[in-house]
């Protein structure tokens, strides 16, 4: 057996049912994520807070920007969004797609995009924005129909091939870039709604990996090859749980000394 697929067989014996179950099993993910999501994109993230506003609510005598503070709140705000939904294994919408954004970008929009170009959490990008070394990015008025063509494409794999399908969600999803912004903490958060709805177990993308992220999102744009994806989203998923897989190995057995035989 794999090392990848040792974690899924723990994930999966966990038998998750509740949002009890999951809230036991994601207690110190929820925060890693957070932080490493937001991180990768914001390089004044730091874990001391975003712990403390999953832990208390609140950070104390804080004195950075107020656009990062709110990123790391609404990180919360969506993870207890979801919760039930996942539990529900309610399926991916364009409608739940636009609430997870509004929850990830509520009060982080800058003056240009809220106010000149008009753009709002929870609404599709109004004007053309592009990512990427290959400056990828569906038009405004297409945004949409891909959205759902790639929802319907990733529904029909389903079951079948968690993994590579969410690795087709999360580089698809960036590829169409259909947000102002905000596009890489949805697509991260989207990645691991859909594996955990399907009973796989999510991952963290670490901000030290980023470069080789961006590598494997790239190798999509350019040549539409998910391989570097799915294999780095395989190594960032053991990398995740890996101590919780040593934690549940058995503990070897010792020889009894030679008196007691």
Not at 105 to 123: C, M, Q
Not at 159 to 184: Q, S, T
Not at 197 to 226: C, G, S
């Amino acid at each position: 057996m794999s090392r990848y697929d040792a974690v899924v067989k723990m994930w999966q014996d966990w038998n998750i049912r509740t949002v009890d179950d999951l809230a036991l099993r994601l207690d110190n993910f929820r925060i890693l994520f957070a932080y490493n999501s937001g991180k990768i994109e914001n390089a004044e993230i730091n874990y001391h807070d975003t712990r403390e506003i999953f832990e208390n609510g609140k950070v104390v005598g804080y004195t950075g920007s107020t656009r990062t503070l709110f990123e790391q709140q609404n990180q919360k705000v969506c993870y207890d969004f979801l919760q039930d939904k996942i539990i529900a294994k309610e399926p991916l919408s364009i409608e739940l797609i636009c609430a997870v954004h509004r929850a990830l970008t509520e009060g982080t929009y800058d003056e240009r995009r809220y106010i000149v170009n008009g753009e709002r959490p929870g609404e599709f990008k109004k004007h053309d924005y592009v990512t990427g070394k290959n400056e990828v990015g569906s038009p405004p008025d297409e945004v949409e129909n891909d959205l759902a063509e790639l929802i319907e494409e990733v529904n029909a794999i389903g079951a079948k091939a968690p993994l590579k399908a969410g690795a087709y969600l999360h580089a698809r999803f960036e590829n169409i870039h259909p947000f102002a912004d905000g596009n890489g903490r949805v697509g991260r958060t989207l990645l691991n709604y859909w594996l955990m709805i399907n009973d796989y177990p999510p991952t963290i993308v670490y901000e030290e990996d980023r470069r080789a992220y961006y590598d494997a999102l790239q190798a999509y744009d350019e040549q539409e090859d998910l391989t570097p994806l799915v294999q780095f989203l395989e190594a960032q998923t053991v990398k995740t749980w890996s101590r919780s897989v040593e934690d549940k190995k058995p503990a070897p057995h010792k020889k009894l000394n030679s008196f007691l035989l």
